[in-house]
């Protein structure tokens, strides 16, 4: 399976593009959406770093930074984390083939190896009794 991933990456066979100028175009559209909505951004977060040390006790300056510090951390720790492991996954799939993963292509994609001569045996539901030619 890693010989046909490496086939597939180097001749550049990969069925990736309309999903990354997708994926493109969708993330120009965001980033001039917040750019747009960019100067109100400060004083929402300060409403919701207020409201959320509100919840820990008095509303302090020391708790609104705290809190704040620790929202904003763990969002951009959270979208990274994310970010990355759905990006693995997704680019392992786009690597693999249907009959990789879906039983019903198994069978009917049978491959050789460059090395091999015979013709692959595939083995059929009912035909373990029947000789082969």
Partial sequence: MLKRIQARRASGSLPIQNLEDISDWLTKII?????VQLGSLPRRFGQLATFVSSIFGNPSEQNKVMTGSIILYSAILGFLAIYLGA?????????????????????????TDPGETEEPQIERPGSAN???P
């Fill in 87 to 111: 990006r693995s996954i997704v680019m392992f799939l786009f690597y693999l083939s249907p009959s990789d993963w879906i039983p019903e292509y198994q069978d009917i994609q049978a491959e």
């Fill in 31 to 35: 980033v001039g959406a917040t750019l």
């Fill in 130 to 132: 029947r000789p082969n």
